[in-house]
């Protein structure tokens, strides 16, 4: 069955850095778009960032929630079934349980790691 499994979070200052890895199985990676929610507390759930699965040439198209633009990246390595979320000049309004997503048969969701940025 679909897995996803995140990690990477913690607590971090404002203007620090975290990389979030995910992990896929149970499903033919490569062929899928992957992306990052994030939910606050009190919050809906919202889309972080998403990335294409790259096709033949293996070159992906991303995009990104307005307010992380600049600061986050994504990026995936179709051959270890990861999937990654670079989080650079990090603010406290970024604190959030992050979630990776795979649009399979249904969304499929990985378990959340939580992401803390505080002084």
């Known amino acids: 069955q679909v897995q996803l499994v995140e990690s990477g979070g913690g607590l971090v200052q404002p203007g620090g850095s975290l990389r979030l890895s995910c992990v896929g199985s149970?499903?033919?990676?490569?062929?899928?778009?992957m992306a990052w929610y994030r939910q606050a507390p009190g919050k809906e759930r919202e889309l972080v960032a998403a990335?294409?699965?790259?096709?033949?040439?293996?070159?992906?198209?991303?995009k990104f929630l307005d307010s992380v633009k600049g600061r986050f990246s994504i990026s995936r390595d179709n051959a270890k079934n990861m999937l990654y979320l670079q989080m650079n000049n990090l603010k406290p309004d970024d604190t959030a349980v992050y979630f990776c997503?795979?649009?399979?048969?249904?969304?499929?969701w990985g378990q959340g790691t939580q992401v803390t940025v505080s002084s």
């Open positions: 990335i294409t699965p790259g096709g033949i040439t293996g070159r992906s198209s991303t």
């Open positions: 997503n795979a649009a399979v048969d249904q969304n499929y």
């Open positions: 149970g499903f033919t990676f490569s062929q899928y778009a």
